[in-house]
């Protein structure tokens, strides 16, 4: 199917184990985005990439570590989760870049670290 | 840093009222706005945007417009209907950045 999707979508884990959240777009967009979204906060950026093998920082980058060797993937491990990375982590894309473009939004991942 | 404040939700309103959820920004320069609506179980989906001062956007009967002089960026609907129930979140993207409030949940009665 065309557009973006993100795997697993519901995922309960231990504190201490490695998680992996997929990502995968259809669009070639140059630009994806992981967000984190917790009651209170909004969406929070973890990490982006305006393309393969190019990531940055967003606002709450520790604790994950990102990697795109295909522009259409775009994975986001927890190395070591903890009870404070529970949270609904959403994927996104976008054709250009950040600053004007709109982002297409993946249907997220509702993650429990217990 | 940059930042967003939308007003807090819930807020509630019978079919056909008129709507406003307030925003204002923190930003030096010239940051772009964007409303996003989020259904319940699914990802945002923009709804609004504006790139520069005094430029109104507008889609499915909602509007906003960027205020630079009151650094604010309302979204604003006429008449509002049972589907338009959801979580609607201001954001601004600024320097490669993107911030997003908080969001406003919106509950509309028949």
């Known amino acids: 199917d065309a557009g973006i999707t993100q795997s697993p979508r519901y995922k309960i884990t231990e504190t201490g184990r490695q998680v992996t959240l997929m990502c995968h777009q259809t669009w070639s967009h140059s630009y994806m985005f992981w967000y984190r979204q917790d009651l209170g906060h909004g969406l929070r950026l973890i990490y982006y990439?305006?393309?393969?093998?190019?990531?940055d920082k967003g606002e709450v980058p520790d604790g994950y570590v990102v990697s795109r060797s295909k522009t259409e993937n775009f994975p986001l491990t927890l190395e070591s989760a903890t009870r404070s990375q529970t949270s609904v982590y959403f994927c996104?894309?976008?054709?250009?870049?950040?600053?004007?473009?709109?982002?297409?939004f993946g249907p997220g991942t509702r993650l429990t670290v217990l | 840093g940059d930042s967003v404040t939308q007003m807090e939700g819930p807020v509630t309103l019978s079919e056909e009222a008129f709507l406003t959820i307030n925003c204002t920004y923190t930003a030096t320069g010239y940051p772009s706005l964007f409303w996003y609506v989020q259904y319940p179980g699914e990802g945002l989906q923009l709804l609004l945007k504006?790139?520069?001062?005094?430029d109104k956007g507008s889609n499915k009967g909602f509007e906003a417009t960027y205020r630079k002089e009151t650094t604010s960026f309302h979204l604003e609907k006429g008449s509002v209907q049972v589907s338009d129930s959801a979580v609607y979140f201001c954001?601004?993207?600024?320097?490669?950045?993107?911030?997003f409030g908080s969001g406003t949940k919106l509950n509309v009665k028949p």
């Open positions: 504006a790139t520069k001062a005094d």
């Open positions: 996104a894309s976008s054709e250009g870049g950040i600053r004007t473009d709109t982002q297409y």
């Open positions: 954001a601004l993207s600024h320097f490669n950045k993107f911030y």
């Open positions: 990439s305006a393309a393969a093998d190019i990531t």
